[in-house]
């Protein structure tokens, strides 16, 4: 399925759920109830804590071995990943504007509903409020909507980036590792359901987004590799008037094969030929979010 056609279907969902738990808010603490009428006894196992903070730091690898893919040239303007930059932006700016702008800094300390862990019903202090009731009394990193399991869903999309023989069997597991985070969520008292249902489809609404704006032939960068050229030519030009630049370690480089895959050089990019280049190597908490 193209990714443009998930955009309608994604925003069917997100009114569905906005309708379901609206017209019937009690689900939300009948979920959760399962959880914590005995307080949440899973906050305190250890291979669930394990477990949560792999999910903590999944998502942050990709991002970072993401990040390094496609700022590789200007550590040294030769180097080639072989992955689809136009892929990669669209991954880093899911995560960009899904879990870091939207979830973290645009509902969940806006939004004010309790987590399940303060409600009066699991013997907090503050009164439960529906997905939709902003009234709520909490003030900072609110339950409304889960940014791990956001986070998570982000993540998915460096399917986008393994061949296609492999990539049905990376979404599963990629699908899996999130599944877990919110069951974790849940079972922590750290979100309602709704919180987790609402963060994964709006996060997999604006990955869908940014992924049909990146492959669309209406703008530069929507074409394929020019995204690619533009980075190694500003490469060059930063080499050219840094000289000090093809001297220093390239960690983003090493890292970023160590953590995506094996680079290949090649001294030309079009009708822009490499002088003179020298490789330095040549050289002898409960809550969360």
């Known amino acids: 399925m193209k990714s443009s056609r998930c955009l309608l279907p994604i925003a069917g969902l997100l009114v569905g759920t906005g309708l379901l738990f609206g017209l019937f808010p009690s689900l939300d603490l009948d979920i959760s109830q399962r959880f914590g009428a005995t307080g949440f006894p899973l906050k305190a196992n250890t291979l669930a804590i394990a477990l949560r903070q792999t999910g903590q730091w999944l998502p942050l690898i990709v991002f970072l071995a993401c ?10 303007p030769r180097w080639r990943n072989g992955f689809d930059a136009r892929n990669l932006a669209a991954i880093l700016l899911t995560f960009t504007l899904g879990p870091g702008l939207l979830i973290n800094v645009g509902l969940k300390d806006h939004w004010h509903r309790p987590r399940p862990i303060q409600v009066s019903e699991f013997g907090g202090a503050s009164s439960f409020k529906p997905w939709w009731d902003t009234s709520g009394a909490c003030q900072l990193n609110c ?4 940014g791990e399991v956001a986070a998570a869903t982000a993540a998915v999309g460096v399917v986008t980036l393994i061949p296609s023989a492999y990539a049905g069997a990376a979404l599963v597991l990629g699908v899996i590792l999130t599944l877990i985070v919110a069951y974790l969520r849940l079972a922590f008292g750290g979100h309602f359901l709704s919180d987790i249902v609402f963060a994964a489809l709006l996060t997999q609404f604006v990955a869908c987004a940014l992924t049909t704006l990146f492959h669309s032939q209406r703008w530069r960068y929507g074409c394929e590799g020019v995204l690619e050229q533009d980075i190694r030519l500003l490469a060059f030009r930063l080499h050219a008037q840094l000289p000090w630049l093809r001297h220093q370690p390239h960690w983003l480089v090493r890292s970023a094969h160590l953590a995506l895959g094996k680079p290949a050089f090649s001294p030309t ?5 490499v002088i003179g280049w020298e490789r330095a190597d040549d050289h002898a ?3 969360g979010r």
């Open 269 to 273: 990019l079009g009708s822009v030929t």
């Open 67 to 76: 990040l390094a893919a496609l700022l590789g040239p200007l550590a040294n």
């Open 285 to 287: 908490g409960v809550y």
């Open 143 to 146: 339950s409304f909507a889960s």
